[in-house]
């Protein structure tokens, strides 16, 4: 079992700064693709950016230039770095991790981010 506990979340305005963390605890290993999904009100959820174990990074179009995804192996932690947020990136924001050719997929509780104009 894999738990994952985000933190970080907040309001800033927009054109500031935010760093979001999640720690994993269980049986995590390097090989996993970590993840950051987020959730407008009346949206669906969205993949923001994802990065696999050896540090290939996918990012949605939205945030390319502003947000930076890095992961740390050995403390089984993710980090989403949030420059020049932008209200419309106000949202709940998970973590996920996934293990890649099974269907082990887990999330968290989620971290609500608010961007003020």
């Known amino acids: 079992q894999v738990q994952l506990v985000e933190s970080g979340g907040g309001l800033v305005q927009a054109g500031g700064s935010l760093r979001l963390s999640c720690a994993a605890s269980g049986s995590i290993f390097s090989m996993t693709v970590m993840g950051w999904y987020r959730q407008a009100p009346g949206k669906q959820r969205e993949l923001v950016a994802a990065?696999?174990?050896?540090?290939?990074?996918t990012y949605a179009d939205s945030v390319k230039g502003r947000f930076t995804i890095s992961r740390d192996n050995a403390k089984n932690t993710v980090y989403l770095q949030m420059n020049s947020p932008k209200p419309e990136d106000t949202a709940v924001y998970y973590c996920?991790?996934?293990?890649?050719?099974?269907?082990?997929?887990?999330w968290g509780k989620g971290t609500l981010v608010t961007v003020s104009s």
């Open positions: 996920n991790v996934k293990f890649p050719g099974t269907n082990m997929d887990y």
């Open positions: 990065i696999t174990g050896g540090g290939r990074t």
